[in-house]
């Protein structure tokens, strides 16, 4: 069974949608979770989240963790073009390394 | 950018052939991890190593071989090569205390034939 799942697997949006992505959690020792942008290379790291309640934000973007309900999600508010990417959730379980999701294959079109 | 090199970044190769991968840090981080990217599975752990000499086993290590002799240094053996491990294949590092934060390498496009 998979300890992280995302949703959807796939996303088409118009420029200037908001958009929101989704990520549910396996709980037992859970430590953090994180999001990964990845364009036509390597994942490049968006927030780490340890906390619930807490939104982070860079821009644009912004995510928040509910650990009573074991997800979180990524919102991207005014999308343009270049947010068009695979969007990567990955969480930490005691001191195991990260485990990811399948990702969300986002397009934005104009 | 952190400084991750992944060396060859294209190859083909045949089915049966022993096939080596080289990731190459500049960070001194502690951690380094090799990920192998597939359409429909996302990025799994092959193996990964939390000090020279000190390897562990991830989701997916059948098949595949590691080795850590230097801090620096990350190879990924395929002993024996076969097609299902066609794939593009990342190296991530992360710093001595930590885990979470892990950055990627621009990876390798292996294909088997």
């Known amino acids: 069974e998979d300890k992280v799942v995302q949703s959807p697997l796939s996303l088409v949006v118009h420029e200037g949608d908001t958009v929101t992505l989704n990520c549910s959690y396996e709980v037992t020792n859970f430590r953090s979770l994180l999001w990964y942008k990845q364009e036509k290379k390597a994942p490049t790291f968006l927030f780490m989240l340890?906390?619930?309640?807490i939104e982070k934000k860079s821009g644009r973007l912004s995510s928040i963790l509910d650990k009573k309900e074991l997800f979180s999600i990524l919102n991207i508010t005014a999308t343009q073009t270049g947010d068009s990417a695979i969007y990567l959730c990955?969480?930490?379980?005691?001191?195991?390394?990260?485990?990811f999701g399948k990702g969300t294959r986002l397009s934005v079109i104009a | 950018d952190a400084g991750i090199t992944q060396s060859p970044r294209h190859k083909v190769t045949e089915t049966g052939t022993p096939v080596t991968l080289r990731c190459h840090q500049t960070?001194?981080?502690?951690?380094m991890y090799w990920y192998r990217q597939d359409p429909g599975h996302g990025l799994r752990l092959i193996h990964y190593?939390?000090?020279?000499?000190?390897?562990d086993k991830g989701e997916v290590s059948d098949g595949y071989s590691v080795s850590r002799s230097k801090t620096e240094d990350f190879l990924l053996t395929l002993e024996s090569a076969t097609s299902s491990q066609t794939s593009v294949y990342f190296c991530?590092?992360?710093?001595?205390?930590?885990?979470?934060?892990?950055?990627f390498g621009p990876g390798t496009r292996l294909l088997v034939l």
């Open positions: 190593s939390y000090g020279v000499k000190d390897t």
């Open positions: 960070e001194n981080h502690r951690y």
């Open positions: 340890t906390s619930s309640g």
């Open positions: 991530a590092i992360s710093p001595t205390s930590s885990q979470e934060t892990q950055y």
């Open positions: 990955a969480g930490v379980w005691g001191n195991t390394p990260l485990v």
